[in-house]
């Protein structure tokens, strides 16, 4: 797409600004104002919060029962909202975060679906400890993916100590299911309630910090080289 500036023209055209360049839409009335994008942000990174809170929150205190009221939640808000976040994002130009908000919404939304009445482990000739290995190898897989994207938030010049802590406890928090699952032992999975109860009040606070800073609201995030981590081009 041309990125280059539209000339002002007879025809009024409504311009819509969106990483700094402009694009025209249909002629509109002469005094209407311009459409400026928002900030995918705190959509993807509340919705992150919510679920992960509710997952954590059984976690903790009834690592045993059912956390099947998660199902709608999982698929819509913790997924397909914060897969739509994070397309939004990459139209913004953010990368990084706009990998982990797709990476993260399609995670979600694959726990949703485990969640339901379904019996998976039928392919697996009803063998519940070959599904529950195959489970724990899966969750293991985006360990690895997570403590990834950690390192590299290291080395972000947008980033910031909150991101890299935020990544650093879902890794953990993934571990530690993925262990629960292999052993069938309730202290990992309490453990992740821990970690993945302080990643969602993390994701949280970054949330609203994202929302405030549109009116010139400064929250501390501990951003990396006196970059503003909540900049948006």
Same mark, same amino acid.
């Given at each position: 797409? !041309? ?24 002629? $509109? ?11 995918? @942000?705190? #959509? ?9 809170? $509710?997952?954590?929150?059984?976690? $903790? ?10 199902? %709608? ?20 130009? !953010? ?16 726990? @949703? ?29 985006? %360990? ?6 950690? @390192?590299?938030? #290291? ?19 993934? #571990? ?17 309630? %821990? ?29 990396? !080289? !006196? ?7």
């Amino acid at each position: 797409m !041309n990125d280059k500036p539209i000339e002002e023209s007879s025809s009024n055209l409504a311009v819509i600004e969106m990483k700094g360049s402009r694009y025209s839409s249909q002629p $509109v009335l002469p005094n209407q104002y311009a459409i400026h994008a928002g900030n995918p @942000g705190p #959509l993807g990174l509340l919705s992150f919060a919510l679920v992960t809170f $509710v997952l954590s929150v059984f976690n $903790v205190v009834w690592p045993d029962a059912s956390n099947n009221v998660l199902v %709608v939640g999982a698929i819509f808000y913790g997924g397909i909202a914060q897969f739509i976040a994070g397309l939004l994002d990459f139209q913004h130009g !953010n990368t990084f975060s706009a990998t982990i908000f797709c990476s993260f919404g399609a995670f979600w939304t694959g726990q @949703g679906f485990l969640l339901l009445p379904i019996n998976f482990n039928a392919a697996y000739a009803g063998d519940a400890e070959m599904w529950a290995q195959g489970l724990a190898v899966y969750h293991l897989g985006w %360990v690895l993916f997570t403590y990834m994207m950690f @390192g590299v938030s #290291l080395r972000l010049k947008k980033g910031s100590v909150l991101l890299s802590i935020l990544l650093f406890l879902a890794g953990t928090t993934i #571990l530690m299911l993925a262990v629960n699952i292999w052993t069938g032992n309730t202290i990992p999975k309490r453990i992740a309630g %821990v970690t993945g109860l302080l990643a969602a009040f993390g994701a949280w606070y970054a949330g609203l910090a994202e929302i405030m800073v549109e009116d010139g609201m400064t929250f501390p995030v501990g951003a990396y !080289n !006196n970059v503003v981590v909540h900049e948006r081009v």
